[in-house]
């Protein structure tokens, strides 16, 4: 069964600065994009901020099964509609992976309820991604660590609730460390945090980051059915033991809706 | 130490509903920051939706130990700037509380990152609150379990993040089952989420549930120094190691607040 | 690809006791795997305590993706030894499911490193296993809830570290409750708790359980590559960052196997 | 109230090796016991593993609110015996701190259930172990990082099983990563795992490091009551509801310690 992706791109930085442009001609989602569909078993499209809906209409987030999301200097631009409408979908069962300065998106603030805050260097220093788990899906091909010539340094600490696996952690030139490969479950979908991929470096062309992504895409399937969320109200007499009513209640029974 | 609480009411069905009204005279608050103040280690105040600032004024909240929630009727009222307060405090440090209908409240849906759905019903029926950690500091005196002879049902599925901890779970005469107490860690901040609590049944005047109110309210007393949050740039003769800044880079080196 | 799956039994009430022997003339094992071979996905064998290395040796563990395991009666006759191998496995990427009185065997307490002590009664009494999450690959095909007519009753506190997903609760008809259906993950290896299966009432012909039992199997599933677990020394001049040693030292730089 | 700790050494290498007795004339044990000391809120005493019952006496654990265990050439010859008396104290809520070469003791592989392998190399290179939570009770008064210019390397993967918290992560001279500093909780107690120590260095000499083992040892103290571990059965006429027994059961309605 093919997985349908859809990148997900800021697209400013392309437009707007000379290193990013040449790096990443078609903008950095079409190279994200490419590495995947170099995957036979995975369809990749993109969708950009400045796209009606920002790409991201009902029916392109009912088609897709995994989410991939890279931001930076746009955040406040992504609406709040459009973030709930992800929310719904992750709850719902879609894979969503976050990159690099997505930290700090809305969609990942509000799945994680903290600031998601680091500390941070731009000096085109080293860094290495250590794989804490080597059984994981993730990390399969990458060998020990991963290595970045050039890279912009993220370091602890990092404000995010406690992950359900750390994948990857990060050691810098400058000697920083950062957890780089994080792993949630909110409702039925799987979040993947992967740290690398700052705009004015290609680091979205190196062999084991394009890994990585494709690895991450296939861990991040829906798995079982849709959770559609509801607040249903279960009258007294379709309980599994119906109950009668005792004493005064605020609410008429079976009144839907009021939470 | 004092544990210095603020338990916010929302206050609204208080003085729209006669069985509130009569059950409560001077607010839900009132009789929960009665329970509190029976214990002499703690000083409890209350704040209320209809308050200036909703009573959570940048003063309050500093001289705030552990916040109580409830809301039910008015969630939508509360301003998202006081939510958004409160998040910084939680995160930071302080214990938050949040009590039955308040887990639609938008500081928990904040937190948590997820719908916080779940079933329900108003029957009256009865409720029983069974201990999974008998040693636990929030459970001590309450025995095996905590029956309540009228409440109304939650059932699951309840729409959370896996929790750090479950507490307690519950057993409704219907049939169905819940996760009645539940504890997270976000930033530096302990949260506890305890079921409790519908307005038209007398539960915040049970013994044992205000037992486990005051445990509770020592159990998220802030533990360490204050987290104050920040996402400082390191320049790179900063660095533990010192850097030398390599190729081009969009950033300026020390630039600050671009994140 | 085919889930290849070991059901294991201890065999022990079958040959002991009438009931059982009525209910599960060839084995509660074979119920089982006759249960997981009605999905062509999936090539379950049955192994027992009485076969020699209780049907569990090298080859055997080298060739299964998917390991489950019923025992009561006979857990202190298990070999240490074999133990130790499925332990490995399971670290290695190998799927557990324990099953029931499994909770209390020799391998479940191993990988929890808790007493995974529980309360008990067996009286016939009716169970519902309530889903907590309905999206999960693990519940799909049964609703809101399993009942089973008749069941050993399980409650609360169970003795077992916070799981990393609470998939069923059970409430029963004498009122006690219990976490039913436990995710972990130890290594690379995924651990399903599953709670019905006692040897004196016909659970394992249950159409909904038989339906679990087949989709844990799938979720169990190995992912990524094996975890070969070793305790390497990396000489100094095979660092990363090659250093020299500094200093005296207990140990000769290279000496294997120390710890 | 004064928090009762005993530290637990294995005081092999003191005797057979000169650096380690010149850095440690009085064994690894007093020294830590008087960085503990200088907290007046503690008062810690020693036992070592050439005592009698290796000095953890049931009167001696008894009066034990927290345990430090430091080992590293002799882990098997700790008794079987003393391991699970350990461990049942762990449950019951003591506190353990587990240093080090303690990854590979039996009570850490026990309470963890993983092999609790690493990565390692002695050549006495600089380690920074980075603080994650800066808010948390165990890292305060150590700012962004404690820097140890000598240090045995540990590094990733480690296998334990995700902490509830990771607190530190190391950076090592030769580049490799380590989370060097989590909590765990095992029945009602907590465990902290801290890997500064190595013998042949004056690690516990450090004024940081003797810090964090008086925060965690608060950070470790007793929460709640003790968690006595039993398997009780619950008869049917004593069931919260109480039941009939129906149809034929195998055991006897109030037969004990069966499991």
């Not at 989410?67 to 409408?85: F, K, M, N, P, Y």
Request: proline share 7%; net charge negative.
């Amino acid at each position: 069964m093919t997985l349908r992706v859809t990148v997900w791109g800021e697209n400013v930085h392309e437009q707007t600065n000379d290193i990013v442009a040449r790096l990443y001609p078609e903008g950095m989602h079409a190279c994200i994009a490419e590495a995947l569909n170099e995957d036979d078993a995975i369809e990749a499209r993109t969708a950009i901020l400045q796209d009606p809906e920002h790409g991201l209409s009902e029916d392109v987030l009912e088609s897709t099964d995994v989410l991939t999301w890279w931001g930076h200097a746009a955040h406040g631009q992504v609406s709040d509609e459009i973030v709930d409408r992800v929310q719904k979908r992750v709850l719902e069962g879609m894979g969503l992976m976050v990159l690099h300065s997505g930290h700090y998106s809305k969609i990942f603030k509000r799945l994680m309820g903290t600031t998601c805050s680091l500390k941070w260097r731009e000096a085109g220093e080293r860094e290495r991604l250590w794989v804490v788990n080597p059984g994981h899906p993730i990390v399969q091909g990458v060998g020990d660590y991963i290595e970045l010539p050039h890279a912009e340094m993220y370091g602890e600490p990092f404000a995010v609730p406690n992950p359900d696996e750390v994948v990857f952690i990060s050691a810098f030139e400058g000697g920083e460390v950062f957890r780089s490969g994080l792993t949630y479950k909110r409702g039925n979908g799987k979040v993947f945090y992967f740290r690398p991929g700052h705009e004015t470096y290609p680091i979205y062309y190196d062999a084991k980051v394009r890994q990585v992504l494709r690895n991450a895409v296939h861990w991040l399937r829906p798995e079982g059915s849709r959770w559609v969320d509801s607040c249903p109200n279960v009258p007294p007499d379709q309980a599994p033991n119906p109950v009668e009513i005792k004493g005064e209640s605020l609410h008429k029974p079976g009144e839907e809706g009021f939470r």
